[in-house]
């Protein structure tokens, strides 16, 4: 399989995808199988897991999350006035 962005070669791993939550919060679901180009950095997920995870984000209240981290957020604007 070659990349469809610019040719190179990818490869298989095991990446994580970043979701949005109704309430603007960020989820995150790793593990899932995945290909990226060794080139670009282009990833693909295949058509079932897109729809897996489609259906977890259903859901996502009641799964159980495997840790919680914060992600600190810099609001450009703020900086630049200060
Ligand atoms: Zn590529």
Known sequence: MRC??????VLEK???VRMTR???SMIIF???P???CRQCGEQYIPGHWVEKIGE????EESLT???VISIP???LCQEVRT
Do not use: Q, S, V
């Open 14 to 16: 095991l990446g994580a």
């Open 73 to 75: 957020i810099i609001n």
């Open 22 to 24: 109704k309430d603007g």
């Open 34 to 36: 995945m290909t990226e």
């Open 56 to 59: 977890l984000m259903r859901k």
């Open 4 to 9: 469809f962005e610019c040719g190179g070669e």
């Open 65 to 67: 999350p495997e840790e």
């Open 30 to 32: 790793k593990g899932i």
